[in-house]
């Protein structure tokens, strides 16, 4: 899954997106692009749920 964040979220709102993967048990990785941030994950062993990230802060999309 590929969380997008919004154009403007702080890096308060992707530390507490990348805390919440963490407590899921997967990694997260983030990939800062000039205008906005996403953050790919890892290490699931079947689908994620995107209401898991949709919700938080800062949050513009999940992509399957």
Do not use: K
């Amino acid at each position: 899954m590929l969380i997008v964040m919004a154009q403007g979220a702080t890096q308060e709102q992707v530390e507490s997106v990348c805390r919440r993967i963490r407590e899921l048990g997967l990694q997260p990785h983030e990939i800062p692009g000039s205008t906005r941030t996403a953050i790919g994950i890892t290490g699931n062993q079947g689908p994620i749920s995107a209401e898991s990230f949709c919700h938080l802060d800062g949050v513009s999309e999940c992509v399957p």
